[in-house]
């Protein structure tokens, strides 16, 4: 298996619908992290969460909610979002403490209609 | 603040030939580390190489090399003997360390490069 698998690859959704971004790590971190890539803009911090416990919210709308329910999983739940929220979605995981750089999934590319 | 910059968004290398790719940083943290990743169309980011603040000498992985000058702040990607493969956005990234750290990530804005044959 990969290190970090995201699911689904893509993703079309209307802007009144709800889904959800998965994203698994089978490398025994324990930090995993969002980040959104839209185009033509470096990519951006969304979500921290260290043993669990999300420690870093980059000022992101309510409108889209992080569960971390282990180490290994990292959820992104989607309401009601925007044309403008359409993007790569980035799932990243890496081990704390050490100098181990962080490792990605192949993203979620979302489309919102 | 903590800040990454490339400063080309293109660039252009002929096949088996080198290229650099820039990057400055600027962090208030003695303690950092220093990342460059490839992806491809594909979308996934792809680990290349890591530099250390502490680090005395450069870091080095195959045909990758990191152009590491502290003074100036600055962490260049050095790909020899480039291949048709490399072709790709590049991107820059940085980590404080210290007590705060939480293993997020600093973006640059990336550099594409294409490799001609």
Redesign the interface.
Known sequence: ETGVTQTPRHLVMGMTNKKSLKCEQHLGHNAMYWYKQSAKKPLELMFVYNFKEQTENNSVPSRFSPECPNSSHLFLHLHTLQPEDSALYLCASSQLGGHTEAFFGQGTRLTVV | AQK?TQTQPGMFVQEKEAVTLDCTYDTSDPSY?L?W?KQPS??????LI?Q?SYDQQNATEGRYSLNFQKARKSANLVISASQLGDSAMY?CAMREGGSS??????????TTLQVKP
């Open positions: 990454i580390g990342f990743y594909s979308g996934e980011m792809i680990f890591y250390g991107f750290n939480t293993g997020k990530l600093i973006f640059g804005q990336g």
